[in-house]
């Protein structure tokens, strides 16, 4: 406002030229003078923080460089965990969560260290000790800090990455977690979107579409992949301890082979039997998967419905088929017998010579086939691919080992495992259908006998520890009208939905990703 005043005057002695005029009038407007009394008045203000007194000690301290640190703190975590430093004993910041308070507020870092907490000294105190000063607290937390010696690294992971665990992890049944407020809860095949990787144990993560909030830690592939192996092995010393400490042995003799010649022997011989673990047991951990937007004139993805002999498959494949042929489809198979009267080929079989079969076999043409009673039968990729030139949803019906041959882009199977239920209700359904079927169908009902249940149950889980990873659905089949009306909304929501969200190595079986950070089961998983 002086300013203005000082430039009216001196513009009144120059020669009163229109501009000059002018300009005088419009500053001395009133609503312009009390524009400029109100900033004059809030320029005067100050609007800087006022900080702390700097406490006496500081100068004494011997330390490089100490921070203080006012965070806000709500009733939510301030969105970092602590540990002690093994070899200083010192308290320091083992993680930051990304979108917390303290993430947000870029002020603490990962390993830096915290030597008070409002005041309070953090010396000779162990993590369980400090973390109640925290939760006790609200509004300002004040922390004095040793900062850790910056490495200016970022991040190497900034490609948006999205897991779909094979798992379920609740955070309250894990011992191993290291905060448990910290971690997230997650069922298997949800996606979740990966923060961060940069620790080897725990990554952080955050459910899909909740990218904005404070992300959550969830167990790293390569810890969970070493629980699971834990936890074979304590399954292994209840079953049969003989083999399972040889497999131990195996485990720590295999590091020192080459000095103690004498073992040898023994070592080789449980090496052998713990590749033969490795080799039959895929930890279900993670798939990386990315999204993927169907167009209408796409065709339908190929449904591959999979579970043990006698489980149900092809009574929810025909359920299916009645409740819409026109929707869904099924392969017709090949076969080298010889047509019989009532059958058509290329409706109930393609039938074929037995040298264009044994060359489809040699041209790799088939997902599977066999030979019963000197005639091969078998189900081929062409068959598949004239079901879904039709515009039709494919069900194919095959062993879980065979899908490998459409886990590809180009049918980009969708693959539900029909699992039987405990043995009980097993008997029970099984038994019930044979109850209520009538008369005239009886014939065509399996009699199951009590060993064959037994049978189901094991191959399941063996189907489960094998190819578990493939799966994107699993039904119970119990009560047969639950189990198809589960199946067909789940294939409905499937199909209906925006965005399908396949493995990533469909799209780019090279991804950078991968090949940093694949352990070796199945390309794809990170
Ligand atoms: N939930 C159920 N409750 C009662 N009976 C069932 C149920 N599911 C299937 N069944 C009956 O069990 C028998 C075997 O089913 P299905 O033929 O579908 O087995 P599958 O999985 O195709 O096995 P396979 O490959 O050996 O033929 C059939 O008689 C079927 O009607």
Redesign the pocket.
Known sequence: LFLCFQLAEGLIYQSWRDEAKELVDLVSKPHFMSFLFVHDSVAQRDFEPTLPPIPDDVLDSDEDTVKYVSLYKTKEPLGATIKRDRSTGAIVVARIMRGGAADKSGLIHEGDELKEVNGVSLEHKKPNEVLPLLDCSQGEVKFKIIPASSSGEMSPHKKKMFLRPLFDYDPLEDPAVPCKDAALVFKRGEVLQIVSMEDDTWWQACHLGDSGTRAGLIPSKQLHERLLILLLINILMTLCPNIASLFLAGLRRSFRLGRKSSWAREAARAKRWSTGIHRTFTAPTYIEVIPHYRNSTDRHRLVALV?P???????LKRRLLISDPDHYGVTVPYTTREKRKQEKDGVDYHFVSIHMFEEDILNQRFIEYGRHKAHYYGTSLDSVNRVMAEGKVCLL?VHPSKIKHVYTSEYKPYVVF?KPPRIEELRL??RR?KFICDEENKN???IFSEEQFEDMIDSAETMENQCGHLFDKVIV????AV?FRELKADLKRVEEADVQWIPAEWICPSSPTKARRSCGYLGGWI
């Open positions: 579970g002999s006698g489980v149900g498959v092809s009574e019906d029909v359904t099984r259908a065509s009902v399996r089949n119990g009560d047969i189990a």
